[in-house]
């Protein structure tokens, strides 16, 4: 049970200090709706429903944005400027690869993941930018760990980061797909819960492994023998192939 003084700290704190700035007019408004209508309906939702929702005619949505589309990508923009600001907020523990996590913990950000989330299924510029974050977050404390001894090394450390950021991307866009929450304001809890349910497993396969011998890795650099362009092998002693006992 949380104790008094941390409920107090978290009531005190300011929720919305990282949501770039709203001048409270009609377009602010519109905007506002339309990242949470898209949040919660998807990319299809109707320019009449997002009126609906800012209290403002449609005629009045395409005053201020032109069209749909045109909508759609100030959207895109208000959104990228709150992951920014989110990674600004959060320097120490976003930019040393827990942006999910940071996101998780606060259900303030909860239509910006639902807005990411929905732009990701449809392969729109936010979430191939928000990709591209992670995956040069990771980049970097990937390099510090594998330096420090902490993480071994990769033929493709390139490759390897990629494949983690879309694996955990894609594991999140499933988890949601088969339990979507009612709102995107219950995003936070869906988070939690799924981190909360695969962390064990997934640091059994990041420590211990999967495969007891590399012999399948191995028998593939057969085929591809030439690490990429500025990798190197691993240096962690494993025996190659050859030295496995038969």
């Known amino acids: 049970m949380r ?9 005190a704190e300011p929720r919305g200090a990282v949501v770039p700035p709203s001048d409270g007019s009609a377009r602010s408004r519109i905007l506002d709706a339309a990242v949470l209508r898209f949040a919660r309906s998807g990319l299809g939702a109707s320019v009449r429903t997002i009126a609906a929702d800012a209290g403002v005619s449609p005629a009045l949505v395409i005053h201020h944005f032109g069209s749909k589309e045109k909508l759609h990508a100030a959207c895109d923009e208000h959104v990228l400027a709150w992951i920014r600001a989110v ?8 930019a040393s690869g827990r942006l ?14 639902g807005y990411v989330l929905r732009s990701l299924q ?3 510029t936010v979430g191939r930018e928000f990709t591209e974050h992670m995956i040069a977050d990771a980049q970097e404390y990937t390099a510090e760990a594998v330096r420090d001894g902490v993480v071994r090394p990769s033929r493709d450390e390139a490759g390897r ?3 983690l950021v879309y694996s955990s991307l894609g594991a999140l866009m499933l ?15 869906t988070m939690r819960r799924f981190m909360g349910e695969l962390y064990l497993p997934m640091l059994e396969l990041y420590t211990e492994g999967f495969l007891t011998t590399r012999r399948m890795l ?3 650099l057969l085929y591809v023998p030439d690490p990429p362009p500025g990798a190197s092998a691993p240096t962690d002693g494993t025996p190659t192939h050859d030295e496995e006992e038969p």
């Open 3 to 11: 104790s008094v003084d941390t409920a107090a700290e978290e009531v």
């Open 175 to 189: 988890s949601v797909a088969l339990d979507p929450p009612d709102d995107p304001e219950d995003l936070g809890t």
């Open 218 to 220: 191995d028998d593939y």
């Open 122 to 124: 449809a392969g729109g």
């Open 100 to 113: 999910l996590e940071v996101l998780a913990e606060s259900d303030q950000y909860s239509p910006l993941v």
């Open 161 to 163: 980061i990629r494949y």
């Open 87 to 94: 990674k600004r907020d959060s320097i120490g523990r976003a």
